[in-house]
């Protein structure tokens, strides 16, 4: 079992920056695949970004590339989100997932608000 914490989450105005973290805790070791998601209110939830526990391989969404930047920590435990030049329609929740051999995992979602 895997359970995945959200921090970083907040009210940001237009331009600005944040973090998101996604630490993991648990007795399941076997996530390959660690990906970002949001959706914003009456939104379906869309994939933000992708990264391969194995490889480090990335993928983003055309919407947050240039703009976005997911990573590992150095025991591929924690990934970040780091979030520049946001903008209203970056307005969302944000959730953070994994897949293992057996299971994929959620994490709580975090808040991101961007408004003057």
């Known amino acids: 079992q895997v359970q995945l914490v959200e921090s970083g989450g907040g009210l940001v105005q237009p331009g600005g920056s944040l973090r998101l973290s996604c630490a993991s805790s648990?007795?399941?070791?076997?996530?390959?695949?660690w990906a970002w998601y949001r959706q914003a209110p009456g939104k379906q939830r869309e994939l933000v970004a992708t990264?391969?526990?194995?490889?480090?391989?990335?993928y983003y969404a055309d919407f947050v590339k240039g703009r976005f930047t997911i990573s590992m920590d150095n025991a591929k435990t924690t990934i970040y989100l780091e979030m520049n030049s946001l903008q209203p329609d970056d307005t969302a929740v944000y959730y953070c997932?994994?897949?293992?051999?057996?299971?994929?995992?959620w994490g709580q979602g975090a808040q991101v608000t961007v408004s003057s």
């Open positions: 648990g007795s399941d070791l076997s996530m390959y695949e």
């Open positions: 997932w994994t897949q293992s051999r057996d299971f994929a995992y």
């Open positions: 990264i391969l526990r194995s490889t480090g391989g990335t």
